[in-house]
């Protein structure tokens, strides 16, 4: 079981965090955990947190059930996505965009500045391309 978590320095009180188990304890399916100010520990197919981060949620739960099947290009083209529409500017590019990607088996590969260029290129070419037909989802990306 590989367990990874981020941070930016010490977890004061009032902060949130997010742990993503890449495999191991459900049929080797990835598992994100949100661990919140207030002490709960919820587990989410997809989430988002921080100022304008509404708007990141709605994308995340109309798109949610199209992660099991999506590969890596199409998870972080999503997670783009859901970044482009919080954005103040509606802007994503190499200067605003980070991406972390753990593997099945617990490696972690960080792209940052230009290295993250390819995804925004992709992010890019779908806005050019013709929207897909939106599915509407009553099931909450929560997981119980």
């Not at 919820?42 to 947190?49: G, N, S």
């Not at 949620?57 to 290009?73: G, H, K, N, V």
């Not at 995804?119 to 013709?130: G, H, I, N």
Request: proline residues 6%; negative net charge; glycine residues 6%.
């Amino acid at each position: 079981m590989a367990w990874v978590c981020w941070w930016l320095g010490p977890r004061y009180s009032g902060q949130a965090l997010f742990c993503a188990n890449s495999g191991g304890l459900q049929e080797g399916k990835p598992r994100l955990f949100y661990a919140a100010p207030t002490g709960l520990f919820d587990e989410y197919k997809a989430h988002a947190i921080g100022a304008r981060s509404q708007a990141a949620r709605t994308y995340l739960e109309r798109t949610y059930e199209q992660y099991p099947e999506a590969s890596i290009d199409e998870l972080v083209l999503h997670g783009a996505k859901a970044l482009r529409e919080s954005a103040a500017d509606h802007d994503v590019n190499c200067k605003n965009l980070s991406v972390c990607v753990i593997d099945v088996n617990g490696n972690l590969k960080t792209y940052d500045d230009e290295a993250c260029q390819p995804f925004v290129d992709l992010l890019k070419a779908s806005e050019d391309a013709p929207p897909a037909p939106a599915e509407e989802s009553t099931q909450a990306m929560e997981t119980e």
